[in-house]
């Protein structure tokens, strides 16, 4: 019906063409249009200017560099595939890789479960919208403060002398203080969970509150038990939602490399460290091979996101 | 299909904090009826289909759904179905698995459930779709797979919640005569939310006209059309002109009452001197011409007129009545045509001017 419906219409466009053809408006016409396409050019150039400038430009200069000669003094424009080579080739370059993608696949299983449950008790069960708002904005509160010193405030807490060990040993609960709190990966993984969920809750409490209520009802009215509402319908329809936020945290875990070093205390590698260090020793062409190297990485996760779940209805 | 249950409405009222939607609404549906709840936005008439299906509970009184008693059931245990007013279909499933949705829950393996929806969709003629998306579908298809959906439950009752309000007009014919024919075949019971009196008369056994969160008639479409039971029936239902006075005096069944303007008239009934009455005269029983008795017409300036073909409506002001309406047939007027200005008697039968009745005497 509807290709008929546009064959209709097509038909009536070349039928209007024809007439437009002998009549002196035709030239009028193509002129208007050539300047409107004129227009949406020029709409498109500001934001084109600053991808432009801000976004395409550095990454080509990786890229450039990524192929530069240097020593321990200085780069020198070349073209050598060695700082490739070398870094595929190390076995701490892939041990590197492993620990940020296991870091990844941890912190991205964290924050999608907590960044769900957080949104859908936003969503579903606080009823008044202001209350809604509030509680959002509660959410946001730590990010007014730095990402530092977020992750310095753990110290305190967990430390061997922290909150956490003296409150157990006065309590009994463990005789000596409990190591693992601080400078481990338990201590990257919480500060990162810590850091990331909230890219989880914004997407996802943005899909839900667009389910439509009655489509809740309607699966109650068939039958539906909560937890069955929640497996064929919320979750279904909050897929879009959790794709963005796993974008988010992916891409910002992978090239995360401050609270890496910070709460691993020096102790755990993640390929961003890995570029700071190389940097530090202005090796910047093996510097900018990795970085080329983990924009690949994290583009093929984020394509495999986008293979799974289409979220162009949420852009 | 085609057992039908009755519904039997105890007085039921919903609260919400400090207002009452529903106010001790008591209400029997034959089982196998098309009802009507009609009202204007607010009256209830939603509140109470919700109640019906479960989605709300009844903060006091009791629902009755053929033997049982459901006040306290979920919906789906009620042996109800609803059709929501969007239609609520699962935008990531096709229309097999929606329709095959409360089997799936149910536990019906995968085989049997595609089968039976699909079969469902055949029954409305929609089993060339199946495997779309709700979101390409049209309006008028996505209310027969609603249908479909709700269907497939075998319900005692179906319930729908404005299903022709997203419609376009044309199509809100055609899903209204489609409609009726699938009450008619299935034979269970019908409960539909409508604002629309047209809607209502058209569809219904049963019309229940609500008001403020009170039912105001429950009655076959004709009857309350010919005898609104009250002047908000009368008015709501439209085609009545209302006069609204004080008794003057009555003798041989016949009342007298005068309106403010100083005009009187007369009804058949009885009510004490001095009451406040309210009669309804449908506009098409109004004729030009002389009254054949006192009290039955009055004269009046001609303030409108309105050529609708086979018929023209005049609006006429009188001495204490404003806006009356007079729907006469083309032939009638074009004998003796009057201007918009022109001065006219009007006149009516005895028993013609019903009088209307108050809720709370």
């Known amino acids: ?315 | 299909m085609g057992k039908a249950a009755e519904i039997d409405i105890v007085s039921v009222s919903k609260i919400y904090g400090a207002t009452i939607a529903v106010d001790t609404i008591s209400l029997k549906i034959p089982a196998g009826t098309y009802c009507c709840l009609l009202g204007p936005s607010g009256c209830g008439k939603t509140s109470t289909l919700r109640m019906i299906a479960g989605h709300e509970t009844i903060s006091s009184g009791d629902i009755r759904l053929g033997s049982k008693v459901v006040t306290d059931f979920p919906p789906a245990k009620r042996g109800t179905a609803m059709m929501f007013q969007s239609y609520a279909l699962f935008p990531h499933l096709d229309l097999i698995e929606n329709v095959g949705f409360s089997l799936k829950m149910k536990g019906v393996d995968k085989e049997e459930r595609r089968a039976k929806a699909f079969a469902m969709l055949k029954l409305m003629q929609m089993d060339a779709y199946a495997t779309r998306r709700p979101a390409q579908l049209s309006g008028g298809q996505q209310q027969r797979v609603a249908l479909a959906r709700a269907l497939i439950t075998d319900p005692e009752a179906l319930l729908l919640d404005e299903p022709l309000s997203a419609l376009d007009p044309f199509l809100k014919i055609r899903m209204r005569a489609e409609l009726k024919k699938l009450q008619t075949s299935l034979g269970i019971t019908f409960v539909h939310v409508t604002h629309s009196q047209e809607e209502a008369m058209a569809l219904a056994d049963l019309i229940v006209v609500m008001n403020d969160g009170k039912i105001e008639q429950a009655a076959h479409p004709r009857v309350v059309f010919e005898r609104p039971a009250t002047a908000f029936v009368a008015r709501f239902m439209g085609d009545h002109n209302i006069i609204s006075g004080r008794v003057t005096g009555s003798s041989l069944g016949r009342v007298m009452f005068e309106v403010p303007g100083g005009l009187s008239f007369s009804a058949p009934g009885s009510p004490e001197v001095g009451a406040p009455i309210d009669i309804g005269i449908r506009t098409d029983r109004v004729r030009i011409g002389e009254a054949p008795a006192p009290g039955l017409g009055f004269s009046g300036i001609v303030g409108n007129i309105e050529y609708r073909g086979s018929s023209v409506k005049l609006s006429v002001t009188g001495a204490g009545i404003d806006d009356f309406t007079v729907i006469v047939s083309d032939q009638a007027f074009f004998e003796k045509p009057v201007a918009v200005g022109g001065a006219i008697p009007l006149a009516w039968d005895i028993d013609d001017a019903v009088i209307l009745g108050r809720l709370d005497s």
């Open chain 1, 1 to 315: 019906m509807k290709t008929k419906a546009m064959a209709a219409i097509a038909a009536e466009e070349t039928v209007l063409g024809t007439e437009t053809g002998i009549a002196p408006g035709k030239t009028k016409r193509r002129r208007a249009h050539r300047v409107s396409a004129l227009a949406s050019y020029i709409q498109a150039t500001p934001l084109a200017v600053i991808l432009g400038l801000f976004l395409l430009l550095p990454i080509l200069t990786i890229g450039m560099v990524s192929f530069w000669d240097y020593d321990s003094v200085r780069i020198y424009p070349d073209f050598v595939t060695f700082n490739y080579t070398e870094t595929l080739g190390s076995w701490v370059t892939w041990k590197t890789y492993l620990n940020t993608l296991k870091f990844t696949a941890i912190v991205w299983f964290l924050t999608m479960v907590i960044g769900f449950w957080v949104a859908y008790f936003l969503a579903f069960h606080i009823r008044s919208a202001t209350m809604q708002m509030i509680l959002f904005l509660v959410c946001t509160v730590p990010f007014l403060t730095s990402n530092i010193i977020r992750m310095i405030s753990w110290v305190p807490f967990l430390g061997r002398n922290g909150l956490i060990n003296s409150s157990l040993i006065e309590l009994g609960i463990v005789p000596k203080p409990l190591e693992f709190l601080l400078f481990s990966e338990f201590a990257v993984v919480l500060a990162m969970v810590h850091l990331y969920t909230l890219f989880m809750v914004t997407p996802i409490f943005n899909t839900l509150m667009r389910i439509d209520r009655s489509l809740i009802e309607a699966a109650r009215d068939a039958g539906a038990s909560g937890f069955q509402v929640l497996t064929n319908v919320i979750i279904p329809l909050a897929k879009p939602g959790i794709a963005i936020g796993s974008i988010f945290v992916v891409t910002l875990v992978m090239g995360d490399f401050i609270t890496a070093r910070f709460m691993s205390g020096g102790q755990s590698a993640s390929v961003g460290l890995m570029m700071a260090n190389q940097i530090s020793l202005l090796q910047y062409p093996a510097a900018a091979a990795n970085a080329v190297i983990l924009l690949i990485v994290v583009l093929l996760i984020v394509a495999a996101i986008l293979r799974v779940v289409d979220i162009r209805k949420e852009l």
